[in-house]
């Protein structure tokens, strides 16, 4: 009989037993993430070799991915600027920013409600730490991400080169918000889902919904009143997307955004490992 093994089967297959040192369920909550989070070999090596498989026997690999942005940036891009009366030096890399940095965020989401469910094999044969499963996620769609800058490049070198400043610098701490702001989300998406397995089909709609009212394709000075407040000044997707959006287009992004992403950074950490902490001896049972 032949077995089949899950792509996290295989990277800790791959790893020996004395670089894994499997857990016990013993352990609490905190350590799970702090164990799990000095376990780069095997979170690192497990995202990369999710990205080596979802590509195998490709030429280009991950760069397909890179080439859907770029067609798909190019094909909204000359509509979008007519129809928000944009130009279009300034328009196509706002909008291949801000994309580059929705594909990462609604793939983490996306990614993340399954993480739990499809780890289900592995979780009634072996013991380790489950924020594993949510470092390997996060990282794996960095990889993607830093494919995705490629097209940004080159449309920013094409079009408006005088956006390769020192401001691009702030995208590092910009980024680093959201990396952290998405391992909660793994986790606490990851918890909900397999628990109610209704859950993933709300959370794409809601992505769905999210990327047309949010500014995405269209500049947030286009609307003002009320609709500045509810869509963008209220919205946290477009404070997401500002902190790393706005210097990839020569801009500082606003105090607001630094300070949205820190305190959903807080609440949000809060409110998973309350429940990371109640529920996570029960992962194996409900999966």
Not at 95 to 106: K, T
Not at 259 to 270: E, L, T
């Amino acid at each position: 009989m032949t077995i089949v093994l899950t792509p996290v089967e295989e990277g800790i297959r791959d790893i020996s037993d004395t670089e894994l040192s499997l857990r016990s369920l013993e352990i609490s909550a905190a350590e799970d993430l702090w164990l799990g989070l000095f376990r780069r070999e095997l979170w690192g090596r497990l995202g990369w070799l999710d990205v080596k498989r979802r590509y195998r026997r490709t030429t280009i690999g991950p760069f397909w991915t890179s080439i859907t942005l770029a067609i798909y940036t190019f094909s909204v891009g000359f509509v979008g600027a007519a129809l928000w009366h944009q130009d279009i030096f300034e328009y196509l890399p706002f909008l291949v920013s801000g994309m580059v940095v929705w594909m990462l965020v609604s793939s983490i989401a996306m990614e993340s409600c399954n993480m739990f469910i499809a780890g289900q094999a592995l979780f009634r044969n072996i013991r380790f730490e489950y924020s594993i499963l949510a470092y390997a996620l996060v990282w794996r769609n960095v990889l993607v991400l830093l494919h995705n800058f490629v097209v940004y490049f080159l449309v920013v070198v094409a079009l408006k080169p005088s956006l390769l400043s020192f401001t691009l610098l702030l995208v590092f701490p910009g980024l680093a918000l959201v990396i952290l702001n998405a391992v909660w989300i793994s986790l606490f998406l990851g918890l909900v889902c397999l628990r109610f397995r209704d859950v993933p089909q709300l959370v794409s709609s809601a992505i769905q919904i999210s990327m047309l009212i949010t500014p995405l394709f269209w500049p947030a000075g286009t609307v003002t009143g009320m609709r500045r407040i509810l869509f963008v000044e209220s919205n946290p997707l477009y404070h997401v997307l500002d902190v790393v959006r706005a210097p990839l287009v020569g801009r500082v992004p606003g105090a607001i955004s630094y300070a949205v992403m820190i305190i959903m950074c807080i609440g949000g950490w809060w409110l998973t490992y309350a429940m990371f902490k109640r529920f996570r001896r029960r992962i194996a049972y409900w999966s």
